[in-house]
RNA sequence: GGACGGGUGGCCGAGUGGCUAAUGGCAGCAGACUGUAAAUCUGCCGCCCCUUGCGGGCUACGGAGGUUCGAAUCCUCCCCCGUCCA
């Protein structure tokens, strides 16, 4: 049986993604799919270093501005959407390029999710309202419910609890066990996936820069204008590093120094993280250097039309 | 010249006789992650040693002495920094 291809460029923020994806779409007519959990977000443009439409040359960009800032969005959702996409790029013969820095997304669309439920707000209040009336119990409940998964996840990192006891009430079965009936993997596609690893200190110097040329460039004002449109400074998105700390200061909480120094400091932590998953992630073909660097986008579409051809 | 305040591990900054290799923050390093993931969480972080568990050794709180069973913490002198009075 034939199978489809996809490209996929991963990395930290700030490698050069977008560029690289960009040329690899434009050199073997193909469409960008991103993967990035903000950026499918619509207004969330300046902090999520967003390509701009007139900087796309006409290249298709899908799961983009898809989302309101106040819509819930997950993993799942995600890989069914980029799947749908991925279905129809491939139908008009066209190369899907993923390009994105959430790892997470990325795992859900190519490996899948193992078959679990949706997520529950109104379970996950109960939760939280118990959690804040005895700390720790949350936990004590997984552990009775499901030993194995709270001997794996620690008391602290009450999201992953919550998600694990979630599936446990749900479902009425261990979380744990669920999991061992595996994912629901990606069919029909061969995907290479390449990823970029610029310099640690090269990196860094990048992103702080980028970081400060945000908040210079009009960060704060994208995000007083979101606010302006009614949404609420709760949003999801405004969360994020950058945002967060743009609301900060537009709160009083943070000077414009302060704001930007832990804007980089969050930035420079994440791009941490995201080495420290992609690493994880099989068959990587890494690329040193940044992707919009010529050499380094030289080897890797070398690479790619190897994989196509 | 005089009066105060201060010199602490890469940085900032607690600590004012033992429980202190020394709270905490920053920086750094490593890791986890199965439906809000740019989120959330964990570990290491003076040096060396059996990679053996709360193990052992060495060097550490400006410098040199001293008091003490024991000092980053008390005393003396010296050096440097800051503020003020001359």
């Known amino acids: 049986m034939d199978k489809h291809q996809v490209i996929a460029i991963l990395g930290p923020t700030g490698a050069g993604k977008s560029e690289l994806a960009l040329s690899m779409a434009q050199k073997f007519t193909g469409e960008v799919v991103n993967c990035d959990s903000l950026q499918i977000y619509r207004y969330f443009d300046i902090g999520t270093a967003k390509l701009p ?6 290249i298709p960009h899908h799961l983009i501005d898809i989302l309101d800032p106040d819509q819930v969005f997950t993993a799942g959702e995600y890989a069914r959407l980029a799947r749908r996409v991925l279905d129809e790029v491939a139908a008009r013969t066209s190369l899907p390029v993923i390009a994105g820095g959430t790892g997470f997304y990325f795992r859900a669309l190519v490996d899948g999710l193992f078959p679990g439920p949706s997520r529950d707000q109104g379970l996950r209040d109960r939760l939280s309202a118990r959690e804040r009336r005895r700390s720790g119990s949350v936990h004590r409940l997984l ?4 030993a ?9 990192d009450f999201p992953k609890v919550v998600r694990a006891l979630e599936v446990c009430l749900l479902t009425r079965r ?7 009936q595996g994912r629901d993997a990606l069919r029909g596609y061969h995907v290479l996936k390449i990823g970029l690893a610029p310099t640690r200190d090269q990196l860094y110097q990048r ?5 400060e040329q945000m908040f210079h460039g009009g960060l704060v004002e994208e ?3 979101i606010l302006a449109r009614g949404f609420p400074a709760s949003a999801k998105p405004f969360e994020s590093h950058g945002y967060r700390q743009a609301i900060q200061l537009l709160n009083g909480e943070l000077n414009l120094n302060e704001a930007i120094f832990y804007a980089q400091r969050n930035t420079r932590r994440y791009a941490k993280r995201q080495m420290t998953w992609f690493r994880q992630e099989q068959q990587m073909e890494w690329f040193s250097g940044f992707g919009d660097d010529p050499v380094t986008q030289q080897a890797a579409m070398d690479r790619a039309s ?3 051809g």
């Open 207 to 211: 992103l702080d820069q980028r970081t």
């Open 53 to 58: 439409q007139e900087a796309r040359r006409g």
């Open 143 to 146: 552990g009775r419910l499901d």
């Open 148 to 156: 194995e998964s709270a001997a794996r996840i620690h008391p602290h």
């Open 174 to 180: 261990a979380a744990s066990e669920l999991y061992r």
């Open 223 to 225: 995000v007083r204008g």
């Open 306 to 308: 190897r994989f196509l």
